[in-house]
């Protein structure tokens, strides 16, 4: 299937690793010219090269913490006119008690997951309505409609993500920019491993494979069968991102192996 967006230019917030470098790829498998962003630069700049060369594309690193007023600022200076916006960022760590949950981590997790988000498209929100086109895709997370008691410094302040895409896709929908979210559940990814050890603690597990994963699995049904490899998730952002997708307006498609049931 031809995306139809060869020669775009796209951010990816977030694109050195797990879902948003998977949907990096498949946007520059499409002939897209790319800035991607994170925190930790020698991974990024990894990433770019390997991106750039395995597609013949531009990719562009762009060293960035998307959550600081700084680090978004550094991301609209350095890709000022992209046609594609994808935002991903890292929420806090899973917590513990939940009776331990202090108003600077909950600052914190909004800050993060909430405002970083918001911000980034609301400087980029003029700038595609002034050209009539545009396409932007968050990556959250389907504990935005799935509550789980481990994962409240992610879900609440996603659910308000989605209800703010909800309204506002609405409102720019007619001038060419669509903004959608994708709501993924259990994925094999970098960032998954890293919070493996939080998890272990939070569980009172050892922080090992072995002990890990049958708890997580066990508390974490998926009909599917198997946690997700990046690549489940980046064709549909893809998608997403092209003029394939003019009449998907705000959007929240929760890819998860079917573990959160629901009819809608
Ligand atoms: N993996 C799962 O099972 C799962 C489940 C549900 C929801 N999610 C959500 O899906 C999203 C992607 O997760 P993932 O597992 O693909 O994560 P990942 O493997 O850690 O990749 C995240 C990417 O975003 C970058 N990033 C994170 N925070 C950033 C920030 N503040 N500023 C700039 N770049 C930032 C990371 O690089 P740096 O770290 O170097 O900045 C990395 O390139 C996250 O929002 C996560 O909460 C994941």
Not at 46 to 54: F, M
Not at 202 to 214: K, M, R, Y
Not at 236 to 248: E, K, T, V
């Amino acid at each position: 299937m031809d995306l139809q967006i060869h020669g775009k230019k796209a951010l990816m917030a977030g694109g050195s690793a797990g879902m948003g470098r998977a949907t990096a790829e498949r946007l520059a498998e499409a002939g897209v010219e790319l800035y991607i962003s994170a925190r930790r630069e020698e991974r990024l700049v990894n990433a770019a090269k390997d991106i750039s060369e395995k597609y013949g594309v531009s990719v562009t690193p762009v060293v960035a913490d998307s959550s600081k007023e700084e680090g978004r600022q550094t991301l609209f200076d350095a890709c000022p006119d992209p046609d594609i916006l994808c935002i991903t960022i890292t929420p806090p760590a899973p917590n513990g008690d939940y009776l331990n949950i202090t108003p600077d981590m909950w600052r914190e997790s909004i800050e993060t997951a909430l405002i970083g988000p918001i911000e980034i498209m609301r400087n980029f929100i003029p700038v595609m309505k002034n050209k009539g086109w545009g396409r932007i895709v968050n990556i959250a997370t389907f504990s935005a409609k799935n509550p789980m008691i481990w994962r409240l410094m992610s879900g609440p302040a996603r659910s308000a993500l989605i209800n703010y895409t909800a309204s506002v896709s609405r409102d720019i929908a007619a001038s060419g920019v669509n903004i959608n979210n994708l709501l993924p559940g259990m994925f094999a990814t970098e960032g998954a491993a890293e919070i493996m050890p939080i998890y272990a603690e939070a569980f009172g597990l050892e922080p090992t494979a072995e002990s890990v994963l049958p708890h997580f699995l066990e508390n974490n049904k998926i009909p599917a069968g198997f946690m997700a490899e990046p690549d489940d998730l980046a064709p549909m952002a893809a998608l997403l991102c092209s003029p394939l997708s003019r009449f998907i307006v705000g959007q929240n498609i929760v890819i998860d192996g079917g573990q959160h049931a629901s009819l809608f």
